[in-house]
């Protein structure tokens, strides 16, 4: 039931705003927390990636090695030429990714 009087209205539709306005900040929050957990447990996953592709680059630079050590044994130096060096494996650097410049996101499309 509305209030007869206007400036009572008008404090009865400050409050309903004022509660939509906290409902919305609760539920982004939440949100905010559930993607902050998801991306601790993604950058978890990609160290120990990192960290396995790292042993195993030592692993194929160890096996090249002794290939090339065998192949000396057996054929000589006409078989150690036929197996490339291993050059060392070049480490592609991540990018960043710089947020939003706020004249960006003025400019933005709404999603």
């Known amino acids: 039931m509305l209030p007869a009087d206007p400036y009572a209205q008008l404090e009865l539709a400050q409050r309903i705003a004022a509660w939509a306005y906290s409902q919305k900040v609760g539920e982004l929050e939440a949100d905010n927390a559930g993607l902050r957990d998801t991306l601790a447990q993604r950058g978890g996953a990609i160290k120990a990636l990192e960290r396995r592709n790292g042993t195993l680059e030592v692993e194929i630079g160890e096996l090249h090695a002794k290939a090339r050590r065998l192949l000396l044994s057996f054929w000589g130096g006409a078989a ?3 197996l490339p060096a291993r050059s060392a494996p070049r480490r ?3 990018r960043r990714r710089r947020p939003p410049s706020p004249a960006a996101l003025q400019h ?4």
Do not use: E, V, W
């Not at 933005?108 to 999603?111: D, G, L």
């Open 108 to 111: 933005a499309p709404a999603a």
């Open 92 to 94: 592609r650097r991540r």
């Open 80 to 82: 150690a030429a036929a």
